[in-house]
Nanobody
Framework: QVQLVESGGGLVQPGGSLRLSCAAS????????MGWFRQAPGKQRVLVAD???????NYAGSVKDRFTISRDNAKNTVYLQIDNLKSEDTAVYYC?????????????WGQGTQVTVSS
């Protein structure tokens, strides 16, 4: 069984910063690409950024200058640093990981962490 547990969300004023974390645990052989998605109220879940096991990153164009994705392979953890937060960043942020197990490769999702940007 594999679990992804996110943390770091909360209420932040515009212009502030947050660091989201997502830790994977369980019966895994390796973790491939890890990523962050977000879903605003009434909208579809969309990719924010992802990072390969080798550290190659990919960002949605709208967040490229303010979001930084990174990972610590030793800790099976991916991070999302969000700077200069704007009201439109308000959403539930979900972690996703492609994980290789003994006999399978599957995508797993975290439970989501709420980020609210408001003064």
């Amino acid at each position: 069984q594999v679990q992804l547990v996110e943390s770091g969300g909360g209420l932040v004023q515009p212009g502030g910063s947050l660091r989201l974390s997502c830790a994977a645990s369980g019966n895994m052989l390796s973790i491939n690409t890890m990523g962050w998605f977000r879903q605003a109220p009434g909208k579809q879940r969309v990719l924010v950024a992802d990072i390969t096991s080798g550290g190659n990153t990919n960002y949605a164009g709208s967040v490229k200058d303010r979001f930084t994705i990174s990972r610590d392979n030793a800790k099976n953890t991916v991070y999302l640093q969000i700077d200069n937060l704007k009201s439109e960043d308000t959403a539930v942020y979900y972690c996703k990981a492609s994980i290789t197990g003994p006999y399978w490769i599957r995508d797993y999702w975290g439970q989501g962490t709420q980020v609210t940007v408001s003064s």
